[in-house]
């Protein structure tokens, strides 16, 4: 029997297979944590528009209580407020009765404060705390709170998730003869057995998205040496300049990400049913990632870590 034979029919004898078992196991469990964290806020924030209206507050009404203070009044009331803060803005509001929104900055950061038109008292953060949330997850998300070293080590997790996958697809082909039971799940085997099988069948029918977001979120990490790579494989000339296959790519890597429906391409746009079917797929399907990971950790909790304590 030759090698590809035994590949084909056997393939948990060959050495090829141990040893991608072994990087895809340990390379799951590396980026275990990181998974399960872009993975749980992505799905979250496929709804972050619903979640900013949520959190958007109506304008702050305050009772008059004599002249209305001019810009420079206001300026100063936030300057003597927040000593050392330059300000930046002083917002504009038709109502005369609505709360400024005043911007200011120093070394310490930005701050948005609310002030009263009229006395110039300081009455809040701007900005509720429900879109600061979420703007905060939409960070973690996208850069893990660390600007453009937590973007690129969010690439580097991206690249590492590509290899998962591509891994756990030659791990998960169990022979040309039983290869439908990774497929589908199957009863009275076991919670073990029922573990791995439910790790395998997601793996089988998520792999395709899962290599998705992996993908894409490695691009939106560093889109510069991607298009760099797609220039080198298209080079840019007069003829191509509005229709090279790589950009086409590129835009759909991007697009798909984030699973919005209001693009070229889309046969129906705006908010609806297609909007609300196309997020509570890519919520889903977010999910997948983060389900990996848990089926996965059981597995490696079963077969390394109970073994080794039971040893000692």
Same mark, same amino acid.
């Given at each position: 029997?030759?090698?590809?034979? =035994?590949?084909?029919?056997?393939?948990?004898?060959t050495w090829l297979r141990k040893a991608t078992f072994q990087i895809h196991l340990?390379?799951?469990?590396?980026?275990?944590?990181?998974?399960?964290?872009?993975?749980?806020?992505?799905?979250?924030?496929?709804?972050?528009?619903?979640?900013?209206?949520?959190?958007?507050?109506?304008?702050?009404?305050?009772?008059?209580?004599?002249?209305?203070?001019?810009?420079?009044?206001?300026?100063?009331?936030?300057?003597?407020?927040?000593?050392?803060?330059?300000?930046?803005?002083?917002?504009?509001?038709?109502?005369?009765?609505?709360?400024?929104?005043?911007?200011?900055?120093?070394?310490?950061?930005?701050?948005?404060?609310?002030?009263?038109?009229?006395?110039?008292?300081?009455?809040?953060?701007?900005?509720?705390?429900?879109?600061?949330?979420?703007?905060?997850?939409?960070?973690?998300?996208?850069?893990?709170?660390?600007?453009?070293?937590? =973007?690129?080590?969010?690439?580097?997790?991206?690249?590492?998730?590509?290899?998962?996958?591509?891994?756990?697809?030659?791990?998960?082909?169990?022979?040309?003869?039983?290869?439908?039971?990774?497929?589908?799940?199957?009863?009275?085997?076991?919670?073990?057995?029922?573990?791995?099988?439910?790790?395998?069948?997601?793996?089988?029918?998520?792999?395709?998205?899962?290599?998705?977001?992996?993908?894409?979120?490695?691009?939106?990490?560093?889109?510069?040496?991607?298009?760099?790579?797609?220039?080198?494989?298209?080079?840019?000339?007069?003829?191509?300049?509005?229709? =090279?296959?790589?950009?086409?790519?590129?835009?759909?890597?991007?697009?798909?990400?984030?699973?919005?429906?209001?693009?070229?391409?889309?046969?129906?746009?705006?908010?609806?049913?297609?909007?609300?079917?196309?997020?509570?797929?890519?919520?889903?399907?977010?999910?997948?990632?983060?389900?990996?990971?848990?089926?996965?950790?059981?597995?490696?909790?079963? =077969?390394?870590?109970?073994k080794k304590l039971k040893r000692v």
């Open positions: 029997m030759t090698y590809w034979q =035994r590949w084909i029919r056997r393939p948990q004898t340990w390379s799951g469990i590396g980026i275990g944590l990181y998974v399960l964290l872009v993975s749980l806020t992505g799905s979250i924030l496929v709804y972050r528009n619903e979640l900013y209206r949520v959190a958007t507050r109506d304008p702050v009404i305050v009772a008059e209580s004599g002249p209305r203070l001019t810009d420079e009044q206001l300026k100063g009331a936030a300057t003597r407020a927040y000593p050392g803060y330059t300000v930046l803005s002083v917002g504009q509001v038709r109502n005369p009765d609505q709360a400024v929104d005043i911007a200011l900055r120093s070394h310490a950061g930005l701050k948005n404060r609310l002030f009263n038109p009229y006395t110039g008292a300081d009455l809040g953060d701007s900005v509720p705390l429900g879109i600061r949330l979420v703007s905060k997850l939409l960070e973690l998300h996208d850069d893990l709170l660390g600007g453009r070293t937590g =973007r690129k080590i969010n690439g580097i997790g991206a690249v590492l998730l590509v290899v998962v996958s591509l891994t756990g697809i030659v791990v998960w082909w169990p022979g040309i003869q039983t290869w439908r039971r990774g497929l589908t799940l199957h009863r009275n085997v076991g919670w073990q057995r029922f573990n791995w099988d439910l790790h395998k069948m997601m793996g089988f029918w998520t792999f395709g998205v899962i290599l998705l977001f992996a993908i894409s979120g490695a691009y939106l990490s560093d889109p510069e040496r991607f298009q760099d790579l797609a220039d080198r494989i298209e080079p840019l000339t007069d003829a191509n300049s509005r229709s =090279r296959i790589v950009d086409q790519v590129i835009y759909w890597l991007a697009y798909l990400h984030f699973g919005r429906i209001n693009g070229i391409g889309i046969p129906c746009k705006g908010p609806g049913v297609c909007d609300s079917a196309t997020k509570l797929t890519w919520a889903v399907f977010g999910l997948a990632p983060a389900a990996m990971v848990v089926t996965g950790a059981i597995m490696w909790w079963n =077969r390394v870590v109970r």
